[in-house]
């Protein structure tokens, strides 16, 4: 069965540079869910999307922002990256009815230098 | 947020039971989830449990939830080496998912 693709599986950028994250959630799933996890941490919400538009917004800086698309992909745009942004950040995809259970993507592991 | 609480750690022997705790807060979750997840991995959905439910099992995995006390917990039957991960509770609030703080599991061979 198709998963949740992310795009890069890896990135490295220095401070001040921008970054976007690509998420491409399960077919005929309508929601999507953006969370950043540091070392050790568990994952952090920061932004969902249900049909394209914002559902509710977690601890997302305002350096980022994010958007789904009309094909539900979505994706994390970041600037001004400073180094604790250096985290794995997952994208997990769900469909409203139903149990809404998220299912997550691999992750895309962010480094800043 | 929601404040969903697990205990850091926790050690067994393979082929013993493990059982993994974890506390929420919100009262209204109407699903409650466990996902795993190996090093430099993402998360695996294990299984979850609908609120009006006190037990769930499936194979390996047996979920309690004690709702009056906001407990649930995963019982891990014959535990093996690859069972060795990190173990997130969530809660959905509203529209909203909160994690554990995960519990790292270890299984001595």
């Known amino acids: 069965a198709a998963g949740v693709i992310q795009s890069p599986r890896h990135l490295i950028k220095e401070k001040r540079e921008t970054a976007t994250l690509k998420c491409y959630p399960i077919p005929r799933h309508d929601t999507v869910y953006w969370y950043q996890q540091g070392p050790g941490q568990d994952p952090q919400f920061l932004i969902s999307f249900y049909e394209k538009m914002q559902s509710d917004k977690g601890s997302i800086p305002d350096r980022f922002s994010a958007q789904q698309f009309s094909d539900y992909h979505s994706e994390l745009n970041m600037s001004s990256l400073e180094l604790g942004d250096s985290a794995l950040y997952f994208c997990?995809?769900?469909?409203?009815?139903?149990?809404?259970?998220?299912?997550f993507g691999p992750g895309t592991r962010l480094l800043v230098l | 947020g929601e404040d969903v609480e697990q205990s850091l750690f926790l050690s067994v022997r393979e082929g013993d039971s493990s059982v993994i705790n974890c506390t929420y807060t919100?009262?209204?979750?109407?699903?409650l989830y466990w996902y795993k997840q190996e090093p430099g991995a993402g998360l695996q959905l294990l299984t979850y449990?609908?609120?009006?439910?006190d037990m769930k099992q499936d194979q390996r995995l047996t979920v309690l939830l004690n709702k009056k006390d906001k407990h649930l917990s995963l019982r891990i039957a014959d535990t093996q080496t690859g069972d060795s991960a990190i173990y997130f509770c969530?809660?959905?609030?509203?529209?909203?998912?909160?994690f554990g703080t995960g519990t790292s599991l270890t299984v001595i061979p």
């Open positions: 449990i609908f609120s009006n439910m």
């Open positions: 919100d009262s209204s979750s109407t699903y």
């Open positions: 969530a809660e959905k609030s509203g529209n909203q998912f909160y």
């Open positions: 997990a995809s769900s469909l409203r009815t139903g149990t809404e259970t998220q299912y």
